[in-house]
């Protein structure tokens, strides 16, 4: 009768604190990228480079695409990815990109939408 080793992979303390690290470095990163995103679109403004409805929209698109960035990091480096902030990520970017052409649509619309999307995809994910 051969007895069955049971392994378990435990990550060691040091690559659990290295992981965390990296989630810190990325968070911050999209702050600072946020930052610049909200700065920058302030001063086109400014310049009258673009008008007040488009700049709206260059700052929703640009949360919802530093948001999404995030997560695609955070699978790349094998880190926990946020749900939530892919939802609203996915949300921020198509209500940014429908206010910049001035594509007129509630975003409740849009979010029920999303919020299908992210159900059919969860569907096929497992």
Do not use: P, Q
């Amino acid at each position: 009768m051969a007895h069955m080793a049971k392994v378990e992979v435990v990550m060691d303390e040091k690559a659990l604190i290295a992981r965390h690290m990296l989630n810190f470095k990325l968070v911050k990163l999209s702050w600072a990228l946020f930052f610049i995103l909200i700065g920058g679109s302030w001063i086109l403004e400014s310049l009258k480079e673009i008008d007040s409805t488009r700049k709206w929209g260059i700052i929703y698109a640009g949360c919802g695409a530093i948001l999404l960035l995030l997560n695609l990091m955070r699978i790349a480096w094998k880190i926990n990815i946020s749900r939530f902030t892919i939802w609203l990520g996915t949300l921020l970017l198509l209500y940014g990109i429908a206010t910049f052409y001035e594509v007129d649509f509630s975003i409740w619309a849009a979010a029920i939408l999303v919020i299908g999307f992210i159900m059919l995809l969860e569907v096929f994910r497992k």
